[in-house]
């Protein structure tokens, strides 16, 4: 007996919700994917901060990272060289956390050959993959158990550079997971700055979807599909999500570390954007169009946005408060 229409409305409704949702937490890997090819290559520019830059690494784009989402999805230019030793200039080397959906090859294009052309020892992982990921797609999995896989990390590079402490920069779920391991991982001790690219720090809506499935009284089953098929991260950077209620519930920061947060007011994956700002005396949260009105980067164009590569410079060398970038060699308007 065929349904009425009546009863397969709301189905309809679920699957486009449902859809919509991982869609738009995935939209890293699908943009750089989709996107890339038709992209013309923008010329990287050199950051304005810095007393001291070697030009040895190749800076990358938006190119290159369409190649590294396939063919190389763990490794990029400049990072991982585990002979690096720091320096007095730069004396905590810096690691890199990748974003929803991406990888460190794909996500670092840019960002890791203008660290290590600056000087800084820079490292990279993968985190947060699963049966789903064929080896490429990270940032799935349940945010503390990733959160365990970059303390394991950042030990490495510490026992491997003799560094005290490192430096974190990341992009998205990568610059809100840290968090977990810096306020429950006992992590604090181990980190000088943490700079975050459009982190999604007190989560998202959607643009309005989870209010859509709340309405609709299907959120729950939303989320509990998300467990099922191996995507609980997507439940988890959800606004109101019981993980980032306990996140933050003693505060966004913790005594001893420096946070920078680098926010688009075109970002339409963590929304509002203002969500991705932290409180307390440790922070700077910077709007990129209060410096570059006409910087039309979204969310996931933050990897390659010319001033937000020149403010990680900054916050990681001269770490100047008055810092204004050049306005130019913006980032994807997605």
């Not at 937490?25 to 520019?45: N, R």
């Not at 001033?307 to 990681?316: I, M, R, S």
Request: charged share 15%; proline share 7%; hydrophobic share 40%.
């Amino acid at each position: 007996m065929n349904q009425s229409p009546t009863r397969r409305r709301p189905l309809r409704s679920v699957r486009r919700w449902a859809t919509a949702v991982g869609m738009t937490l995935c939209l890293g890997a699908a943009t750089i994917t989709a996107a890339g090819p038709a992209q013309a290559e923008q010329p990287a520019s050199t950051p304005q901060a810095g007393p001291s830059v070697r030009a040895e690494h190749p800076v990358g784009g938006l190119s290159e990272a369409v190649r590294n989402f396939i063919a190389s999805p763990g490794a990029v230019e400049g990072a991982n060289d585990w002979r690096c030793k720091p320096t007095a200039e730069h004396p905590y080397p810096v690691v890199l956390v990748h974003a929803t959906g991406v990888n460190l090859g794909a996500n670092w294009t840019k960002i890791s050959p203008t660290l290590a052309n600056a000087g800084h020892c820079v490292f990279a992982l993968n985190y947060g993959m699963n049966h789903l990921s064929l080896g490429r797609v990270g940032g799935l999995a349940d945010i503390p158990a990733s959160a365990r896989q970059l303390s394991a990390f950042v030990d490495r590079v510490l026992a491997a550079t003799g560094a005290p402490k490192v430096n974190l920069v990341g992009h998205s779920q990568g610059g809100m997971m840290p968090n977990y391991y810096l306020k429950r991982l006992n992590g604090a001790g181990k980190v000088g700055t943490l700079v975050a690219l459009s982190p999604s720090n007190h989560g998202t809506t959607l643009s309005g979807l989870t209010n859509l499935g709340e309405a609709l009284g299907i959120i729950g089953f939303v989320n509990n599909l998300f467990d099922f098929v191996g995507l609980p991260a997507l439940k988890q950077q959800e606004i109101n999500s019981r993980f980032q209620k306990d996140l933050f519930a003693d505060g966004d920061t913790v005594p001893g570390v420096r946070y920078v947060v680098l926010q688009t007011t075109k970002d339409a994956v963590v929304t509002p954007y203002t969500n991705a700002f932290l409180k307390g005396d440790a922070v700077r949260n910077i709007t990129i169009q209060d410096q570059c009105p006409a910087d039309p980067v979204g969310h996931v164009g933050m990897f390659v946005d010319g001033p937000a590569v020149q403010h990680v410079v900054n916050a990681l060398g001269a770490n100047d408060p008055h810092f204004k970038p050049t306005c130019t060699d913006y980032g994807l308007p997605l």
